[in-house]
């Protein structure tokens, strides 16, 4: 394994870590205790344009081929240009995203970009619809965003639950039902809806659309309350006789032929699911690392300032600490290089995931008893990061789902 870091990511770490400690972290805290997500049109995303993010993965053009290559030998994201002697796309995510959720996680699901919805368009979608859904994304007139809806009232963890219909109509798809928990949703341009057209067939009967803002039927945006990570929004939504045309079903009509729920049946929906999952599995559990180092940074210094670091079961238990924080790293940095390196990721991905939100939750625990009654007076950052980590071991499947999948993997069993 290679996690050689190069200048210029280094730099864009700086870069991060500038942003993060002067805008990041004080607009976060700002939005948990307004208890709302950042407004859209707050000047800070397009702060974020002119500094070139908020942007697509996708290199669009001819560079879309190389993308589509690497993808079908691996079915991990793209790896682009950037091989060799430096971090490739995965790794950089990784680490990216680890640096951000240090300074703020809420606030770094709300930059603009594709967000969740991109791995779906990358991994399934034909040259045609990446460039449509895309392109806008390259280099962006305004923040915008994309959002990703796979979760349900009645369907979370068991996805192969999901009850919204899709039927066929001309030249058209009828979508009808409810979403819930869809990061961005209600700001985004477009979303990836996932449906069943069969729900007899389970896994095999899913099939992902773009559906657009503005198509009719789509609608009753509600923002969800929720306990922490108040800088973005989680929303539900409702799909009604929601009329979305052919050419946004992802991948197109051919990728899930063969749909009778016979043996070899393609299950090209669900897969496309799964492939997401591999690229952003690592990203949450790196984030989760990010929010426990900073309750570690948090422990430690109040253990310097108030010399609880004479007392060896507070040393211990910063030590276990970061420990635990330095596994889960290597953990989703080692299912990040696999990704890059065009390796099957499955287990590592769920490994970094199913680690380090624990050993995250650990560090903010360890902080709020530390910091007794400073801590849970309720103004203080351990606080804050103690309420918003529980949501990393829940988003992209739970620490049980993935125990599930490591050890199906073990026995041999396929996936679900
Ligand atoms: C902050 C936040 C953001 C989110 N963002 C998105 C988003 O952008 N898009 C989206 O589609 N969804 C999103 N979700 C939804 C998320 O993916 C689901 O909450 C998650 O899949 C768990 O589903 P559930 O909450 O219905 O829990 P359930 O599936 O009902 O699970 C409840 C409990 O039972 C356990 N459990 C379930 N099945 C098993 C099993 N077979 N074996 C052992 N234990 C089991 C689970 O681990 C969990 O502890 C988000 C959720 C949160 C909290």
Same mark, same amino acid.
């Given at each position: 394994?290679?996690?050689?870091?190069?200048?210029?990511?280094?730099?864009?770490?700086?870069?991060?870590?500038?942003?993060?400690?002067?805008?990041?972290?004080?607009?976060?805290?700002?939005?948990?205790?307004?208890?709302?997500?950042?407004?859209?049109?707050?000047?800070?995303?397009?702060?974020?344009?002119?500094?070139?993010?908020?942007?697509?993965?996708?290199?669009?053009?001819?560079?879309?081929?190389?993308?589509?290559?690497?993808?079908?030998?691996?079915?991990?994201?793209?790896?682009?240009?950037?091989?060799?002697?430096?971090?490739?796309?995965?790794?950089?995510?990784?680490?990216?995203?680890?640096?951000?959720?240090?300074?703020?996680?809420?606030?770094?699901?709300?930059?603009?970009?594709?967000?969740?919805?991109? %791995?779906?368009?990358?991994?399934?979608?034909?040259?045609?619809?990446?460039?449509?859904?895309?392109?806008?994304?390259?280099?962006?007139?305004?923040?915008?965003?994309?959002?990703?809806?796979?979760?349900?009232?009645?369907?979370?963890?068991?996805?192969?639950?999901?009850?919204?219909?899709?039927?066929?109509?001309?030249?058209?798809?009828?979508?009808?039902?409810?979403?819930?928990?869809?990061?961005?949703?209600?700001?985004?341009?477009?979303?990836?809806?996932?449906?069943?057209?069969?729900?007899?067939?389970?896994?095999?009967?899913?099939? @992902?659309?773009?559906?657009?803002?503005?198509?009719?039927?789509?609608?009753?945006?509600?923002?969800?309350?929720?306990?922490?990570?108040?800088?973005?929004?989680?929303?539900?939504?409702?799909?009604?006789?929601?009329?979305?045309?052919?050419?946004?079903?992802?991948?197109?009509?051919?990728?899930?032929?063969?749909?009778?729920?016979?043996?070899?049946?393609?299950? @090209?929906?669900?897969?496309?699911?799964?492939?997401?999952?591999?690229?952003?599995? %690592?990203?949450?559990?790196?984030?989760?690392?990010?929010?426990?180092?900073?309750?570690?940074?948090?422990?430690?210094?109040?253990?310097?300032?108030?010399?609880?670091?004479?007392?060896?079961?507070?040393?211990?238990?910063?030590?276990?600490?970061?420990?635990?924080?330095?596994?889960?790293?290597?953990?989703?940095?080692?299912?990040?290089?696999?990704?890059?390196?065009?390796?099957?990721?499955?287990?590592?991905?769920?490994?970094?995931?199913?680690?380090?939100?624990?050993?995250?939750?650990?560090?903010?625990?360890?902080?709020?008893?530390?910091?007794?009654?400073?801590?849970?007076?309720?103004?203080?950052?351990?606080?804050?990061?103690?309420?918003?980590?529980?949501?990393?071991?829940?988003?992209?499947?739970?620490?049980?789902?993935?125990?599930?999948?490591?050890?199906?993997?073990?026995?041999?069993?396929?996936?679900?």
């Amino acid at each position: 394994m290679n996690f050689k870091i190069d200048d210029e990511l280094r730099k864009r770490l700086a870069g991060i870590r500038e942003l993060g400690r002067t805008q990041i972290r004080p607009l976060g805290l700002e939005a948990d205790r307004a208890g709302k997500p950042v407004d859209p049109d707050h000047p800070f995303y397009a702060l974020l344009l002119k500094l070139g993010l908020g942007r697509t993965r996708w290199l669009g053009g001819e560079l879309d081929a190389e993308q589509d290559a690497t993808r079908s030998r691996v079915g991990s994201p793209p790896s682009g240009g950037e091989r060799g002697h430096k971090a490739g796309p995965s790794l950089t995510g990784v680490l990216l995203s680890e640096e951000l959720a240090y300074w703020d996680r809420g606030v770094a699901v709300s930059f603009p970009g594709p967000g969740l919805g991109e %791995p779906p368009v990358l991994s399934m979608g034909t040259p045609e619809q990446k460039e449509r859904f895309l392109a806008r994304f390259r280099e962006p007139d305004r923040p915008r965003w994309g959002s990703f809806a796979m979760t349900e009232p009645g369907a979370g963890s068991d996805v192969a639950a999901i009850r919204t219909s899709c039927k066929r109509d001309g030249d058209h798809w009828i979508l009808d039902g409810d979403k819930s928990f869809a990061a961005n949703a209600s700001r985004a341009d477009w979303i990836v809806v996932w449906a069943t057209a069969d729900t007899s067939l389970g896994r095999a009967g899913h099939r @992902a659309f773009v559906v657009e803002r503005d198509t009719p039927g789509l609608g009753d945006f509600k923002i969800e309350k929720k306990m922490g990570l108040k800088a973005y929004e989680s929303t539900s939504f409702t799909l009604r006789h929601c009329r979305v045309p052919a050419s946004h079903l992802l991948g197109g009509e051919a990728t899930y032929s063969n749909q009778d729920g016979s043996r070899g049946a393609k299950r @090209a929906g669900f897969k496309g699911a799964l492939q997401s999952f591999n690229a952003t599995r %690592p990203m949450i559990g790196a984030m989760a690392v990010g929010i426990g180092r900073a309750a570690l940074d948090e422990a430690a210094a109040f253990a310097r300032e108030h010399d609880l670091g004479s007392d060896p079961r507070v040393r211990d238990r910063l030590e276990r600490t970061r420990r635990k924080l330095r596994v889960a790293r290597l953990l989703c940095w080692r299912a990040a290089w696999l990704a890059d390196q065009q390796q099957p990721n499955i287990v590592e991905a769920s490994m970094a995931k199913a680690h380090a939100p624990a050993a995250a939750l650990d560090a903010t625990l360890l902080g709020m008893e530390l910091l007794g009654e400073v801590g849970a007076r309720g103004d203080h950052l351990i606080e804050k990061l103690f309420r918003d980590v529980k949501a990393m071991d829940i988003v992209e499947g739970t620490g049980q789902i993935q125990h599930i999948v490591i050890a199906r993997q073990l026995v041999g069993l396929p996936r679900e």
